[in-house]
């Protein structure tokens, strides 16, 4: 089976797409091109995709992108069995194409609770916007397959969907928790609450616990960030690829978790508790839902209030000084993800539904 993958909005080395979806079916025996923006990002693509070179749709600049992936999408139609998309732009690249393979959406995010995140967008254009979103995923989930990062969007469409969601890869063995550094991993934004981890930076100073930050951070948060690291709070690491900003999280002392109260996040596991599970590190998280639900289930680490930066910093000293708690808690974690979360079990079952609307055998 030849598949063709493609984003203008996501990362090329974006967790989900390629050292997920992409990994799994490569590792099926299966061959995938990945359309994405390479160039855009300062990226080569992986040698085991063919990898085509898209613009990347970024704020109020997404119509270019768009137009070059159905450019892409049109050329290609013919030389692939079935297509994967990943962006709520992409819907209107393929849209109308005649003669096209299967195509299916991977719905990642609630996108229309997504709006009040983008500062680019005017509150005046936000409702009518919303009501576009709305209309292109009722539109979608008519004409195209459909796949859900979470169960929480299944509310949104008419018929029931195949949820992949957001899994790690889980390591045979971690290292044990640390006791003088925490990270977060991660998009970094205000609404994912990048002051309140500057803060804590600060707060912790004085104790010799180090903070460490790995991720994109939006052009709002980068000032911040970037004075934060010239007073010598933090270290941030900006964009790493996956598989490499996951070896980060090996001997932290707590991975941290936070979300802001916002609409887009109340249904949505946040992945990085699980990789922070995953590698057998405790979790400081705000008290999101699912986040909730995740780490009282199995006892793997703290809920803190809402933007209180003094209480995440009072819950890492906690753990600190509390060697057998942050090692049990730990230890939970590891356990849990690797026994219901870890992605290769969830990659069959994705693999397989591409394969039968591929109409290919396995």
Known sequence: MHVLVMTVVHHPEDARILHRQIRALVDAGHEVTYAAPYSARGVMARSWVNGVDLPRAAERRRVSAVLAARRVFKRMRGQVDLAVIHDPELLLAVAGVRGRPPVVWDVHEDTPATLSLKPWLPAFLRPPVRFLARLLEGTAERHLHLLLAESAYAGRFRREHLVVPNETWVPDGVVVPGDDRVVYLGWLSEARGVKEAIEVARLLQPYHVSVELIGYADPQSRPALNQAVTEGLLEWRDFMPNDEALKRLDGALAGLSLLRDEPNYRHSMPTKIVEYMAH?????????????????????????????????????????????ERHAQGARGYAAARANHHWPNSARRFV???????GVKS
């Open 280 to 324: 057998g590190i405790p979790v400081i998280t705000t008290p999101s839902p699912r986040a909730v639900e995740l780490v009282e289930r199995y006892n793997s680490g703290l809920i803190v209030p809402w933007q209180d930066p003094k209480a995440v910093a009072k819950a890492v000293l906690m753990l600190r000084d509390d060697v057998a």
């Open 352 to 358: 397989a539904q591409l394969e039968e609307w591929a």
